[in-house]
């Protein structure tokens, strides 16, 4: 009898687990080009887990009441619950440059000095892997020849520093 109670507390405590509870956040990568940030998957998650198939980007900002989209992307796909898109090889999406064949919202003015975030939806290739959203936080700062400097926010930062442009 004790056996058979344990039995059952045990089949209950695995069915009140949630399934998002296993799942990975991947990180991803600002850069720099041509004066705009562009996004892209980490090249050692890429490295690490294969080429990531995407549904989405949304790039957001802080603000008084939680974070604000300013910008979506969602990437051409057979339907949107099974992600095809890949970036090129090395390839990246720069702000307000939706990838041909994608859908976006229009773009807000980007604002230097300030924290903005990257999230990506999408999919490794292996379905044993769990990750399904990559993300960073970046700031940008104005770049002496024009345009913005992408500084990629690590180790939990979470403001725009002055000493950032010094780098």
């Not at 549904?55 to 802080?62: A, D, E, Q, V």
Request: glycine share 8%; aromatic share 8%.
């Amino acid at each position: 009898m004790p056996c058979r109670h344990t039995l059952l507390f045990l089949l209950a405590t695995l069915t009140a687990i949630d399934a998002s509870a296993w799942s990975r956040m991947g990180p991803a990568a600002v850069i720099t080009e041509a004066g705009l940030p562009c996004f892209q998957i980490a090249n050692e998650e890429e490295r690490s887990r294969g080429p990531v198939s995407l549904k989405m980007l949304t790039i957001s900002t802080p603000g008084p009441n939680g974070w604000k989209n300013v910008w979506t992307v969602m990437f051409p796909n057979a339907s949107f619950g099974d992600p095809t898109y890949r970036l090129p090889n090395r390839g990246c999406v720069r702000y307000g440059k939706a990838p041909e064949g994608a859908e976006s919202s229009d773009a807000a003015p980007l604002v230097a000095g300030k924290v903005h975030g990257v999230s990506f939806m999408g999919r490794p290739p292996s379905a044993s892997d769990p990750t399904s959203r990559y993300s960073a936080d970046f700031c940008l700062l104005i770049a002496p020849s024009g345009g913005f400097h992408v500084v990629q926010l690590t180790n939990g930062k979470n403001t725009c520093a002055l000493e950032e442009q010094l780098r």
